[in-house]
């Protein structure tokens, strides 16, 4: 069983950066792709980022040209830069690690967005 494990969450200021991180137990190749997905209160989970084992990302539209997903295949790492964060990108984040129709998830990491 493949585990995933976030860090980097916390709180951030308004306009401020964060950078996540996911700790691939497997080859990262081993999956079709991987990437973020976040759920705030009361909403339901929602992809953010994706990079497929061709290298090819996938963004949502709310954090296009704010958020960028980077792996490390050495390390079978997989980051989430998240610049000019606003508080609507206050939300549990999800790492998640796909093969087919199978998703694989870790618990998730807070981020909050306030003054």
């Known amino acids: 069983q493949v585990q995933l494990v976030e860090s980097g969450g916390g709180l951030v200021q308004p306009g401020g950066s964060l950078t996540l991180s996911c700790a691939v137990s497997?080859?990262?190749?081993?999956?079709?792709?991987v990437g973020w997905y976040r759920q705030a209160p009361g909403s339901q989970r929602e992809l953010v980022a994706t990079?497929?084992?061709?290298?090819?990302?996938d963004y949502a539209d709310s954090v296009k040209g704010r958020f960028t997903i980077s792996r490390d295949n050495a390390d079978n790492t997989v980051y989430l830069q998240m610049n000019a964060l606003k508080p609507d990108d206050t939300a549990i984040y999800y790492c998640?690690?796909?093969?087919?129709?199978?998703?694989?998830w870790g618990p998730g990491t807070q981020v909050t967005v306030a003054s």
């Open positions: 990079i497929n084992v061709g290298g090819r990302t």
């Open positions: 497997e080859n990262i190749f081993n999956f079709n792709a």
């Open positions: 998640n690690a796909r093969i087919l129709c199978r998703n694989n």
